[in-house]
């Protein structure tokens, strides 16, 4: 009987000690709120910095609903859980961070966790942020302290249950929120490493360009080998790249500054407002980026052409060879006007055997560009394309992508391709009309206080 008894308080003893263990791991306590700071009491050089810094993460981009005020939240992001609507982060004192003090801001960039004690959800990279510095903190808080102030209460999110429990989400960080992961390497230029502190830090490129686990974490040992972004394939920025023409620093300088390079086409998706955010910024930031990212492209594949003179010398199949006859046609009406003419931007188009797209194995961008077109870039002579949801089908579309495919590029035959039409013109419609719900959509209480 004493020798069950003991059992008995030791078996307590350890559930009061894991219980403990577990309050540890998901409680954090609140940060006091602060009376909102004035706009003119922040350093114009301090404010100045932190713009050039929410331009290089993109936050207005992810924080701002279409057609929507400035970083008042809202905006949709899928995920394989459900949608999170990002909340509003400008200054207003009731829905944004107008309360904040630096102190909650900094630990949300690189705890997730709000002011109330409440861990956020990892859609908003703080496994990144983690490596910003205490001084760009400073610098971007600055800047979105000195924003119109938005009165805007964050949507309800989409989620299923479990995924809906924030409680998870503390789980998640002791898996795969780490500090230190990445360390400026002491061999490498200054330039290299300013490039690394950006891309693995505020800029987050791996966000979407780096695969997830089915716990929606970074797989880290792939890191840079593809993902996706609203809908939309993040190419492989690694050696596994499937650009008929390899990068280089120059060509990645070109097209983050200017959103397109000749050898490499056009930016689109969200890709597109990356390189619009990154033509604001200094060019010396712009550079460095190119050169680290250059670096982790590597040397090409022995298969793959080095210049694009190669890859445009190269022999197409006719286009009866191709065997295409009605995607054949649809290109000779709709697209040869552009793309086989050789004229410069904005009226002439790439030539398609330089497309990564059309060299990617998910045709996805490609019937995303088809779907929607390109909007030309303000006050640059950009390449600009009409869209043709509303007059090609399903049916002609997938015709023409097995012609591009056949005739523009030496890979295999992208298989599925009707499906895959019809997923993306449903993404599309849905993505609009979500993205351009107003925010005065029914609110969730819980959720105030959140970048």
């Known amino acids: 009987m004493a020798s069950a008894r003991i059992i008995a308080v030791v078996l307590a003893g350890i559930v009061a000690a894991g219980a403990v263990a577990v309050f540890a791991v998901i409680w954090r306590s609140p940060i006091a709120a602060i009376e909102p700071a004035a706009a003119q009491s922040f350093d114009p050089v301090l404010v100045r910095r932190g713009r050039d810094l929410a331009a290089t993460g993109n936050c207005a981009e992810c924080h701002t609903l279409r057609g929507g005020k400035d970083f008042a939240g809202g ?5 394989p859980f459900g949608t999170i609507y990002s ?3 400008t200054p207003d004192a009731q829905t944004g961070i107008g309360r904040w003090s630096e102190l909650a801001f900094r630990r949300a960039m690189r705890s997730g966790v709000d002011r109330d004690g409440r861990h956020l959800y990892p859609t908003f990279p703080y496994d990144h942020f983690i490596n910003v510095t205490e001084e760009d903190d400073r610098a971007l808080y600055a800047y979105l302290m000195t924003r119109p102030p938005v009165h805007a209460a964050a949507r309800r999110n989409e989620l299923t249950f479990p995924y809906n429990q924030r409680i998870l989400i503390a789980g998640w960080k002791l898996l795969f929120l780490h500090r230190g ?3 400026p390497d002491p061999a490498r230029s200054a330039e290299y490493n300013r490039g690394g502190y950006l891309v693995e830090g505020l800029a987050h490129c791996g966000a979407c360009h780096t695969p997830r686990n089915a716990l929606g974490a970074e797989r880290k040992k792939a890191q ?11 190419y492989a920025i690694n050696a596994r790249s499937p650009s008929p023409v390899p990068w280089d620093a120059e060509a990645l300088y070109s097209y983050l500054r200017q959103g397109w390079h000749p050898d490499h086409g056009v930016a689109r998706g969200p890709m597109a407002q990356v390189a619009a955010n990154l033509s604001s910024i200094p060019e010396s930031d712009v550079r460095a980026i190119a050169i680290y990212m250059a670096d982790k492209f590597g040397a090409p594949q022995p298969d793959r052409p080095r210049r694009s003179a190669e890859v445009l010398a190269e022999r197409s199949p006719s286009p009866e060879a191709v065997g295409e006859k009605a995607g054949a046609a649809i290109y000779t009406a709709a697209c040869a006007g552009c793309h086989d003419t050789g004229r410069p931007p904005p009226y002439g188009g790439i030539n398609l055997r330089l497309s990564t797209g059309i060299s990617n194995p998910d045709p996805r961008n490609v019937i995303n560009t088809i779907l929607s077109g390109l909007r030309p870039v303000e006050g640059e002579r950009s390449p600009i394309m009409p869209g043709f949801a509303a007059s090609m089908d399903d049916a002609q579309i997938a015709a023409l992508l097995k012609y591009l495919r056949g005739r523009f590029s030496n890979q295999p035959a992208w298989t599925g391709v009707e499906k895959i039409v019809a997923d993306a013109r449903r993404a599309q419609t849905v993505f609009l009309q979500t993205s351009a719900e107003p925010h005065n959509a029914p609110a969730d209480p819980t959720q105030r206080d959140r970048p």
């Open 87 to 89: 909340s509003n982060i």
């Open 181 to 183: 992961e990445w360390q």
């Open 75 to 79: 905006f949709p992001v899928p995920t």
């Open 224 to 234: 840079f080998s593809g993902g996706e972004a609203d809908n939309w394939v993040a």
